[in-house]
């Protein structure tokens, strides 16, 4: 299937060297589910799938992604242009249950970090291990970017996205690039 | 750094991600209107603040939210076990006699 998150063709990159390089992302429709199992199952009969279960994990199918980001909470992506479609099916899949479902579209950017060297500009405000065995490729966590909560989607070797608080966007990019200083140099 | 294991992600992580919650497995009374002021004041404030092992909650607020169980030795600050929210509270002479063999091999 095509990738979910998409470079943003009109913006320029916010870096690119030959060892790293960040792109901000197209927008796309963002809904945070929270619920039990058995709001989970009528959320994957909206979605077509099954949530992940599994710690730590993504699952990907019919243009949708859903993130786990803890035991009973999940991030889902769609293609911006299915937003009201997608929440409303949502929704009506979990009326009557204890579930929350909500938009939060414009509330997080994401950008993409690639190149050899991704992992270690990531490394200079993400203190956790990104090395493969600790972090392999598809293993999607909530963390910490310097000070700024983020969640970061390893989605190959060498490429991860980057998703924060748009308002945390400037400070986050900004750590990056001056950490990316070390490299233009090299 | 501090590494922390999250029983609900299945990994350690540094101490930032968590905040901590206080002593575990202090259960709220049924009905707080039957206490008098001491009782209820015993509830929300007196805590056994133990030197060695001391069983307490952690959030894992910059990761999967949830709140859990640690055993922290308070003395060097050193996590002997994390376990999910609602498991029993092990015994903690048992785990401080464990460590102590352990350091002395």
């Known amino acids: 299937m095509a990738e979910i998150y998409t470079p943003a063709a009109s913006l320029a990159p916010v870096l690119r060297q030959d060892a790293v390089s960040i792109q901000k992302t197209a927008p796309l429709a963002r809904l945070s589910f929270r619920g039990r199992a058995e709001a989970q199952a009528a959320v994957a009969g909206a979605l077509g799938f099954a949530l992940p279960q599994a710690p730590l994990s993504a699952a990907t199918g019919a243009g949708k992604v859903a993130l786990w980001l803890g035991p009973d909470e999940w991030l889902l992506l769609a293609p911006e242009a299915e937003l009201e479609a997608f929440e409303a099916a949502v929704n009506a899949a979990v009326a009557g249950l204890a579930a929350s479902v909500t938009d939060i579209s414009h509330r997080q950017d994401a950008v993409l970090v690639s190149g050899p060297r991704a992992a270690w500009l990531l490394n200079a405000g993400v203190p956790i291990d990104l090395a493969l065995p600790a972090f392999p490729v598809g293993m999607v966590t909530r963390t910490l970017c310097h000070k700024a909560e983020v969640i970061l989607w390893r989605k190959a070797e060498d490429q991860f996205v980057l998703e924060c608080w748009r308002s945390f966007q400037p400070y986050v990019l900004e750590h990056l690039l001056d950490a990316a200083r070390e490299l233009s140099t090299a | ?105």
């Open chain 2, 1 to 105: 750094m501090l590494l922390i294991s999250c029983p609900y992600c299945g990994v350690e992580r540094p101490e930032t991600e968590f905040r901590y919650g206080g002593e575990a497995h202090i259960a709220r009374p049924a009905d707080p209107s039957q206490l008098n002021d001491e009782e209820w004041a015993q509830f929300l404030y007196m805590r056994t603040n133990t030197r060695g092992l001391y069983a307490e909650r952690w959030r894992h607020a910059h990761g999967c939210g949830r709140f859990f169980n640690a055993v922290r030795d308070t003395v060097s600050d050193k996590f002997v076990c994390t376990y999910k929210a609602g498991e029993p509270k092990p015994d903690l002479d048992a785990l401080a006699r464990a460590s102590q063999e352990k350091d002395a091999r």
